[in-house]
């Protein structure tokens, strides 16, 4: 399937969640939260960060909604209802992509190091090199964790890792070559980033930055 996305949204942070696509975007003075319908792409909800703030990756902890900042060291928490703000935290790396494995907060900073945090102080718990073979594979960008993996875009390419949260192998390359040919794009940096995932109906849906369109995907091997 194929809807609408918002072409001027600098997309960092993408998840699924009760029936919503919920979605954190980048640039300072264009850095937003925002509830969409998944649809139409209608907006329901949107709140924008103060102009100093560079949006980057967003998760859903039960009521909570993480929001971080690139080079701010801020991660911000917004209740998931109102988007009112709740609390912040410090984080000692960039922001780039977040997920949570229903224990952890799973982090990228655009290094090869994933880091587990934990929800309630964001201090890390431990943390796994990514690597294919003997290789660490940098530039780890957004998250998702799905069915016991943890899926990361590696920025500026049209690669999706499908990786081991324990031993930080990866088990699978998903090869999106293409896609973005498929959707119109709205600037250069129009690149692909953003995963999400309906857990219950099974669904994966991809996007990228400045995309007018977000996709709905099934996997074949090769």
Known sequence: NTYPHNMEAFTQGLVYHDGYLFE???????????KINLEDGTVVMSKDLSQR???EGIEIVDDNIYQLTWQSHLVFVHDKAT???IESHYNATQGWGLAYDGSHLILSDGSATLQFMDPDTFAPVRRVEVKLGDNAITQLNELEYINGEVWA?????????????VSGDVNSIVDLSGLSEQAQLGSSEAVLNGIAWDAEAERLFVTGKHWAHLFEIELVGI
């Open 83 to 85: 988007f009112d703000s």
């Open 24 to 34: 954190g975007t980048g640039k300072n003075g264009r850095s937003s939260l925002s």
């Open 153 to 165: 875009n590696v920025w500026q390419t049209d690669f999706i890792l499908r990786i081991d949260p």
């Open 53 to 55: 703030y560079f949006g």
